[in-house]
């Protein structure tokens, strides 16, 4: 049972433009996302996060978006450069400020920025 | 570099074996979470350790156990080791803020069982 799903497996972006990332999940009772960048043999590093209670979340150049009522969340990046090229993972967790907020990832999207 | 540290890097072991896998969290968290990232899949739970007591297990076969130290901490042992278990390990550190939980990862320990 997938309940956090990233459909794109894959995605091309030139240089300067806008990435969009996209991730669904099933279980309405996530109320904390986070998305995470990968590169090959490296742990996952946190990008940036948001809470149920908010539906937009901005750090630099990454911005992420949250539509509960689809149980959608998607990852801007602008402009996105050739550093950002990686898997991306959205994640998802309960109950936020205690201590069983074990990670559910997506499967993950592998983003190539061309320059 | 997150903080969360982990050791070795690298490991090649043969079928039946038994490994552990070592991790440090950062200064000052309290909770270890370790993930496994085969090839076919992503990343899965395994399991959870809070200043030194087991709080959620996931996917965990029951050849694999894990523990937390008074110092924090955490190994993953795993035991009568098989093919399929060659895959990336990670453990993660967290941090609580009044929005929520993020963990961060260590760089993983990469396990290879022939």
Redesign the interface.
């Given at each position: 049972d997938q309940q956090v799903k990233q459909n794109s497996p894959s995605l091309s972006v030139q240089e300067g433009r806008i990435s969009i990332l996209n991730c669904d999940y099933t279980n309405s009772m996530f109320?904390?996302f986070?998305w995470?960048k990968k590169y090959p043999?490296?742990?996952?590093?946190?990008l940036i996060?948001?809470?149920s209670?908010?539906d937009k979340n901005e750090d630099g150049r990454f911005t992420v978006f949250l539509n509960k009522s689809a149980k959608h969340l998607s990852l801007h990046i602008v402009p996105s450069q050739p550093g950002d090229s990686a898997v991306y993972?959205c994640?998802a967790?309960l109950a936020?400020?205690?201590?069983?907020?074990?990670?559910?990832?997506?499967?993950?999207t592998i983003l190539t920025v061309h320059p | 570099d997150s903080g969360v540290t982990q050791t070795p890097k690298h490991l090649i072991t043969a079928t039946g074996q038994r490994v552990t896998l070592r991790c440090s969290p950062r200064s000052g968290d309290l909770s270890v979470y370790w993930y496994q990232q085969s090839l076919d899949q992503g990343l899965q739970f395994l399991i959870q350790y809070y200043n030194g007591e087991e709080r959620a297990k996931g996917n965990i076969l029951e050849r694999f156990s894990a523990q937390q130290f008074p110092d924090l901490h955490s190994e993953l042992n795993l035991s009568s080791l098989e093919l399929g278990d060659s895959a990336l390990y990670f453990c993660a550190s967290s941090v609580y803020s009044q929005k929520g939980e993020t963990q961060y990862f260590g760089p993983g320990t990469r396990l290879l069982v022939l």
């Open positions: 109320d904390y986070l995470y043999a490296e742990g996952p590093t946190f996060s948001i809470s209670i908010k993972f994640a967790s936020g400020g205690t201590s069983y907020g074990k990670l559910t990832f997506g499967q993950g | -």
